[in-house]
């Protein structure tokens, strides 16, 4: 069986952990999209791993970890997971395979996304840094992208890296008085790459598609979450890759009916990094309570998370555009301590209530929310592993989650280590 896990938020839903404990029924767990931007963390006994580009699954040493095409690849942050794990004892040498296809992000993207969003001043994104948005940028504009399969050609490449870095170099100095990049600079870290990369070089969608053939289980591994989609999510405050389960197809070639299971994971209550919309944000003690108690500051970038109450209209809208079979509802241990609840089941917007998310900012910046109040617990249930032990109004948060949203949660996440789930 292939199986999808992808996040049905803001991002930073604990994909990780989940990819983490179905990846040991898995053969093989694929990245398909984003790039460093992600950070998704895995603990494993005393041992916390947060995974930028390798697939989580990469800390368990018997499975084959992917990279599509549709990731973009930092070469730097790519080369230090692989050591990283390799200091741990747990090698990926023979079981890491990166497409030929992927596009490279270079320190100019890096560069082009700081200076951006500087220029921006308070229109900011609110981007991680990562060069993502440039590197897409130059994916769809084709002329000036460079391509983990050009690492095997080191000659064509240096001929293709003058080009593009004499073309940055008028733009940056234009639109930012920018200092030049160095050709060289950057040629000579590229050798570098290509000496630790080409080794894992290779064409994954034939391996993909061998490998279903084979009756080997898949497990696709979303980045971000359905909210931050470019086309689908709350434009211009988005990733710019398709991080909702639509991508996955497109992201790995591998079409989503040969995916038999899309599990959404989602907190109990909301997060988001960097600007944009959040009607049910919680500017407010209640907001720092979550973020005190859920530790929500960024696994890549270190920022405070903002933190709202559990919307139940932008978690439907997910599960409806990813025909999601299951949720995994994360961090339910970090609401103990609030006396009530509240849960937004639906908006105002401009007078009128309407329960389907509004996918646009203009739209969606007039929203208010409608909530409704639930009980609240005070027990520590850190240690619970059964469903039927949870406190009741415990019990009745996660059921009520499920009647809003129309979809059953058959993973609880109770803390933050492997075996801190509950199963249903
Ligand atoms: P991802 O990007 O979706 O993989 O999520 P991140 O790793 O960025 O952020 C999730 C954070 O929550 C990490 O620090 C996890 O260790 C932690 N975490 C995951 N599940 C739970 C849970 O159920 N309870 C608590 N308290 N922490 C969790
Ligand atoms: P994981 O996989 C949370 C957010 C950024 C910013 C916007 C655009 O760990 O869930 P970008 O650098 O992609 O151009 O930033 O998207 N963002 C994430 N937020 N988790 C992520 O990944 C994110 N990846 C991007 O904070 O608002
Ligand atoms: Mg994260």
């Known amino acids: 069986m292939n199986s999808c896990v992808i996040g049905l938020q803001w991002g930073d839903e604990g994909k990780g952990k989940?990819?983490?404990i179905l990846a040991e029924n898995s053969d093989i767990i694929v990245r398909y999209g984003g790039g460093a931007n992600a950070g998704h963390t895995v603990i494993v006994g005393d041992e916390r791993f947060a995974l930028h580009i390798l697939p989580s699954g990469s800390v368990r040493p018997d499975k084959t970890c992917v990279i599509t095409s549709a990731v973009v690849v930092d070469p730097e942050v790519l080369i230090k997971g692989i050591e990283t794990l390799g200091e741990k004892n747990i090698p990926l040498t023979g079981r890491l395979l990166i497409s030929?296809?992927?596009?490279?992000?270079?320190?100019y993207h890096k560069q082009e996304d700081r200076l951006r969003e500087e220029a921006l001043g308070k229109n900011k994104i609110g981007t991680t840094a990562r060069g993502i948005g440039p590197c897409y940028a130059d994916k769809?504009?084709?002329?000036?992208?460079?391509?983990?399969?050009?690492?095997?050609?080191?000659?064509?490449?240096?001929?293709?890296?003058?080009?593009?870095?004499?073309?940055k170099n008028k733009l940056f100095d234009a639109l930012y008085g920018a200092e030049p990049i160095i050709v060289d600079d950057i040629f000579e870290k590229c050798t570098a790459y290509a000496g630790a990369i080409t080794p894992f070089i290779t064409d994954t969608t034939e391996f993909l598609h061998d490998s279903i053939a084979q009756g080997k289980s898949i497990l696709f591994e979303g980045a971000q979450?359905?909210?931050?989609?470019?086309?689908?999510?709350t434009f211009p405050f988005v990733t710019s890759s398709n991080s909702s389960p639509l991508g996955m197809p497109s992201g790995s070639g591998v079409p989503a009916k040969m995916v038999e299971k899309f599990v959404g994971v989602a907190k109990a209550y909301s997060t988001r990094v960097g600007a944009g919309p959040f009607p049910s944000e919680q500017d407010n003690d209640i907001g720092q309570y979550i973020r005190d108690k859920g530790h929500e500051y960024g696994t890549t970038t270190g920022r405070p998370r903002r933190c709202g109450w559990f919307d139940a209209v932008a978690v439907s809208y997910s599960v409806t555009i990813g025909a999601i079979d299951s949720i995994a509802l994360m961090?339910?241990?970090?609401?103990?301590?609030?006396?009530?609840?509240?849960?937004c089941r639906a908006y105002k917007i401009e007078g009128e209530e309407r329960t389907f998310f509004p996918a646009n900012t203009t739209r969606l910046a007039k929203a208010e929310p409608i909530y409704e109040t639930l009980g609240g617990w005070d027990e520590d249930i850190t240690a619970v592993r059964d469903f039927n032990?949870?406190?009741?109004?415990?019990?009745?948060?996660?059921?009520?989650?499920?009647?809003?949203?129309?979809?059953?949660?058959?993973?609880i996440g109770i803390g933050p280590k492997r075996d801190q789930i509950i199963s249903r």
């Open 140 to 167: 769809v504009g084709r002329s000036y992208a460079v391509r983990v399969g050009d690492f095997r050609d080191l000659d064509s490449l240096k001929a293709k890296l003058r080009n593009i870095v004499e073309y």
């Open 225 to 233: 979450g359905s909210l931050l989609d470019i086309d689908h999510g």
């Open 100 to 107: 030929e296809n992927a596009h490279v992000v270079l320190d």
């Open 18 to 20: 989940v990819v983490d």
């Open 389 to 411: 032990d949870l406190p009741a109004n415990a019990r009745d948060y996660v059921c009520r989650l499920e009647e809003l949203t129309k979809t059953p949660i058959t993973m």
């Open 331 to 343: 961090h339910l241990d970090t609401l103990a301590g609030l006396k009530e609840l509240n849960v």
